[in-house]
């Protein structure tokens, strides 16, 4: 059996090692992505869709060789900086106007982190989420007719309703 100084060491050299390995886990999932971001220009580039093609090989471009190109230009910093912003903004869809495959990727493991968040949190609250959530009901529903309670006159009283037409005025006694 372990004693608890034992326990403490093990613990301390987890500590350490897990701040290394969370970064090198994110820069492999960035490199896988733009492999796959690379894969699927080729493939859009052989079906003959050309422009989907460039939005994939724009996923393949990060945004600190977009900066070092623009500082190789000549640019100002800043200016390079700006580049660098728009390249990560196309890159990771921000706009909505460069659909890649890049940004699908992310948006797919965001989804699934999301879930799997969402399911250890339920398991360890111990409550049950409806499944289908975004059906729930918030509003009644119009498209349903309402049941039938029979004739009610006070829905089809008008109220009476007086025009004059002229600019006379009338006289008050």
């Known amino acids: 059996m372990k004693t608890f100084k034992q326990f403490q ?23 896988a992505l733009t492999a796959y971001s690379a894969f699927s220009a080729a493939n ?3 079906k003959g869709k050309f422009k989907q093609a460039a939005f994939d090989a724009l996923g393949t471009i990060p945004g600190a060789k ?13 200016i390079a900086r700006g580049a660098s912003a728009l390249q990560s903004a196309n890159r990771f869809n921000l706009t909505g106007l460069t659909p890649n495959a890049y940004a699908k990727g992310v948006d797919k493991t965001f989804d699934v ?3 799997g968040v969402q399911k250890g949190v339920s398991a360890l609250t111990g409550s049950k989420k409806n499944k289908n959530a975004s059906q729930v009901r918030i509003a009644q529903d119009t498209n349903t007719k309402p049941k039938d309670t029979g004739f ?8 009476r309703v ?3 037409l002229s600019n006379k005025k009338k006289k008050v006694a």
Not at 70 to 75: E, S
């Open 44 to 46: 859009n580039l052989r």
């Open 113 to 115: 982190a999301t879930k």
């Open 9 to 31: 060491e093990e613990t301390q050299q987890l500590d350490e090692a897990l701040p290394a390995i969370i970064p090198a886990a994110l820069a492999l999932g960035g490199k």
């Open 162 to 164: 007086t025009t004059t």
């Open 66 to 78: 977009a900066f070092k190109f623009a500082k190789g230009l000549g640019a100002s910093k800043n």
């Open 152 to 159: 009610d006159p006070s829905m089809y009283k008008s109220s």
